[in-house]
């Protein structure tokens, strides 16, 4: 069993994504933080919503990824005001946090 352990972040990104596509809208974002460029982290994005994904939306998202929760590793969530320069009021914005685990034989 692998030993590395990652931290997987989930957010909503209020206007939209330009990587690894751009998205016209509002969309929630998983992405695997890791050594090197963060240009060049595991990323998952979902189609334009604001609906939080579910737990197994996540699960499969993760898989995709090449991860798999840590053992006895649960979502937290915290809440923050989004930066002051974007081009809307500032919003509420909900954070997921996760360890994470490289799925045995996995790309990761």
Same mark, same amino acid.
């Not at 206007?15 to 751009?22: A, I, L, N, Q, Y």
């Not at 992405?31 to 737990?55: D, H, K, N, R």
């Given at each position: +069993?692998? @030993? %590395?352990?990652?931290?997987? %972040? /989930?957010? /909503?990104?209020?206007?939209? &994504?330009?990587? #690894? =596509?751009?998205?016209?809208?509002?969309?929630? %974002? $998983?992405?695997?933080? +890791? *050594?090197? $460029?963060? *240009? =060049?982290? #595991?990323?998952?994005?979902? #189609?334009?919503?604001?609906?939080?994904? &579910?737990?197994? %939306?996540?699960?499969?998202? /993760? &898989?995709? /990824?090449?991860?798999?929760?840590? =053992?006895?590793?649960?979502?937290?969530?915290?809440?923050?005001?989004?930066?002051?320069?974007?081009?809307?009021?500032?919003?509420?914005? $909900?954070?997921?946090?996760? @360890?994470?685990?490289?799925?045995?034989?996995?790309?990761?």
């Amino acid at each position: +069993m692998s @030993k %590395q352990i990652f931290g997987a %972040q /989930l957010s /909503l990104r209020c206007c939209g &994504t330009t990587v #690894p =596509e751009r998205t016209a809208g509002p969309c929630w %974002q $998983l992405y695997v933080a +890791m *050594s090197g $460029l963060v *240009s =060049e982290w #595991p990323t998952f994005t979902w #189609p334009t919503t604001t609906e939080v994904p &579910t737990i197994d %939306q996540r699960q499969a998202a /993760l &898989t995709d /990824l090449g991860f798999v929760l840590d =053992e006895g590793a649960e979502w937290e969530w915290t809440e923050c005001t989004g930066p002051d320069y974007h081009p809307h009021p500032v919003r509420v914005l $909900l954070l997921g946090a996760v @360890k994470v685990r490289p799925l045995e034989g996995g790309a990761a």
